[in-house]
Each structure stands twice: as structure tokens, then as C-alpha cells.
């Protein structure tokens, strides 16, 4: 949910005087570095293997090509929907693993945790909402 509520202020103030694809490139080198950053305190080696690295450059591309999307749309939507749709991202992967579910034929994800995000993501857009009316709109 951290990083939900930060993707806007993040974008927002990575978009200002630059250009889209360098902002989500400079967003993702800072989060490279961070990870690093904290396998060196935790003393855990980084997996090398083949098969590792191939997922490390998919879902480095994917990551890369999904900001890249957003943050070219966020030229253009306002922030209040981006928000939005940063805060809804968890029940819509609750939804597609439920689907999932039925097509495996077994359970990934309980009933108990499915209430469990939905609750959440509610409580957390409408605190977004009311704090952004009440902290953030005041004049």
C-alpha cells in the first residue's frame, strides 16, 4: 500500500521538466539501487543464474514498459484518477487470481484474504479521499 501512495507523488514530481521516459528510467536505476542496497545489508547474495537473469530482464521490461504507459498518461489524466486506479490495482489482481484459481482448480487465494485487500484498499482510498480534501485543498 506503501508504494501505492507514493507512485503519484513520485510521478508527479518526476514529470516536472523532463522528459516521461527518462523520469521512469531514473525512477527504476533508484529502485535497482535501493535493492542492492539492502541485499548488502541483509548479506544475500544476488541469484546469477541463466534462468534468473531472464526473469530479472522480463520483468524488468514489463515494469519499465507499464511506467512508461503511465507516466506518458499522466501528461494528460489527473492525478485524482491515477490515484484511483493505483488504489483499485490490488482488487483487480485479487480478481484475476480468483480466475485463476478456478482455471489451476485449486485455491491461490483465500476468500479470507480476498475480503481482506478489498477491506483494505477501501479504507485506504477513502483515508486518500478525506485527507484529501481536509490536508491537502485547504485555502
Not at 485524482?80 to 487470481?97: A, E, R
Amino acid at each position: 500500500m506503501a508504494i501505492c501512495s507514493i507512485t503519484l507523488l513520485a510521478i508527479v514530481w518526476s514529470m516536472l521538466g523532463s522528459n516521461f521516459n527518462f523520469s521512469v528510467a531514473l525512477r527504476m536505476l533508484i529502485g535497482l539501487i535501493i535493492c542492492l542496497l539492502l541485499l548488502l545489508i541483509k548479506k544475500q547474495k544476488l541469484t546469477l543464474t541463466r534462468l534468473a537473469i531472464c526473469n530479472y530482464l522480463y520483468a524488468g521490461i514489463g515494469i519499465f514498459i507499464t511506467m512508461s504507459l503511465v507516466y506518458h498518461g499522466s501528461q494528460d489524466i489527473s492525478s485524482g484518477i491515477i490515484s484511483i486506479i493505483f488504489g483499485l490495482t490490488p482488487i483487480i489482481t485479487g480478481v484475476f487470481v480468483l480466475l485463476l484459481n478456478s482455471t489451476l482448480n485449486h485455491e491461490i487465494l483465500t476468500n479470507v484474504q480476498l475480503s481482506g485487500i478489498i477491506i483494505l484498499v477501501l479504507i485506504g482510498l477513502g483515508v486518500y479521499e478525506y485527507g484529501g480534501k481536509v490536508l491537502w485543498i485547504k485555502k
